[in-house]
C-alpha cells in the first residue's frame, strides 16, 4: 500500500518568514495530493491540493508543488501569521479514494 | 448544511466495554470513513463506504465494525474496548469521483476523544 513521509514534524519560523515542508510517498499510482490544516480541538481542514497533471498550484499565500518522477510534494507558506501555526498534513490518494496521511507537521509562528 | 458532525465529543470507557460513535452527514456525500489520530501518526484510515450497503475495511480495521444503512449516517462500533483504541476518532466524507475528479474533498467532523481505561 502507500506509504507517506513527512517532514520535519516540527518547524518554528518567525512572523513573516517562510515555511516549507516536504512529503514524499511510495505508490507512483497515487495521482491526488491534498494539504489539510488542522487547529487544536478540530478537525483538518482541506487547505490545497493538487493533482497528478499539475507540477504546481497557488492560492494567496500558499503553493504546493509536485515532483511526480521523484515522488514528492512540497506545502510552502510565505509570510507566515500567527493564525498559520496548526499542525499541517499531507495526504496522498491512490486506489478507491483511500487517503494515506503524513505523520504531520506542528507549525509554530513566533509574533 | 451542518457538514459532517460527530457524537459524543468525549468518551471514557473500560476495558471490555462497547460502545457506538455516531458520524453523520448532510450532504449528500456517497464515500464516507472513520479515522484514529495518535500522536505522531498522522490519521489512519479504519473503515470507509462508498455508499449505503457498501463497506470496506481500511489500514486498522481489527476491533471495529461499520455498517451503512442510509446515506446520511455511518456508525463505528468497538465491540471490545482495549486501551490501544484510546484515540481521537474522526470521520469523513465527499463526493466518490473517480480519483483526480473534481469531488474527492474529504470534510472532517470534530472528532471523538475516547480514552480506555
Known amino acids: 500500500g502507500e506509504n507517506v513521509e513527512q517532514h520535519p514534524s516540527t518547524l518554528s519560523v518567525q512572523e513573516g518568514d517562510s515555511a516549507v515542508i516536504k512529503c514524499t510517498y511510495s505508490?507512483?499510482?497515487?495521482?491526488?495530493f491534498p494539504w489539510y490544516k488542522q487547529e487544536l480541538g478540530k478537525g483538518p481542514q482541506l487547505i490545497i491540493d493538487?493533482?497528478?497533471?499539475?507540477g504546481e498550484k497557488k492560492d494567496q499565500r500558499i503553493a504546493v508543488t509536485l515532483n511526480k518522477t521523484a515522488k514528492h510534494f512540497s506545502l510552502h507558506i510565505t509570510e507566515t501569521q500567527p493564525e498559520d501555526s496548526a499542525v499541517y498534513f499531507c495526504?496522498?490518494?491512490?486506489?478507491?479514494?483511500?487517503?494515506?496521511f503524513g505523520g504531520g507537521t506542528r507549525l509554530m509562528v513566533k509574533p | 448544511n451542518a457538514g459532517v458532525t460527530q457524537t459524543p465529543k468525549f468518551q471514557v470507557l473500560k476495558t471490555g466495554q462497547s460502545m457506538t460513535l455516531q458520524c453523520a452527514q448532510d450532504?449528500?456525500?456517497?464515500?464516507m470513513s472513520w479515522y484514529r489520530q495518535d500522536p505522531g501518526m498522522g490519521l489512519r484510515l479504519i473503515h470507509y463506504?462508498?455508499?449505503?450497503?457498501?463497506?470496506d475495511q481500511g489500514e486498522v480495521p481489527n476491533g471495529y465494525n461499520v455498517s451503512r444503512s442510509t446515506t446520511e449516517d455511518f456508525p463505528l462500533r468497538l465491540l471490545s474496548a482495549a486501551p490501544s483504541q484510546t484515540s481521537v476518532y474522526f470521520c469523513?466524507?465527499?463526493?466518490?469521483?473517480?480519483?483526480?475528479?473534481?469531488?474527492?474533498?474529504?470534510?472532517f467532523g470534530p472528532g471523538t476523544r475516547l480514552t480506555v481505561l
Open positions: 469523513a466524507s465527499s463526493y466518490h469521483g473517480t480519483s483526480g475528479g473534481d469531488y474527492n474533498e474529504q470534510f
Open positions: 505508490d507512483s499510482a497515487s495521482n491526488y
Open positions: 493538487i493533482r497528478s497533471n499539475v
Open positions: 495526504a496522498a490518494m491512490g486506489a478507491g479514494n483511500m487517503l494515506t
Open positions: 450532504m449528500n456525500h456517497e464515500y
Open positions: 463506504s462508498v455508499g449505503a450497503g457498501i463497506t
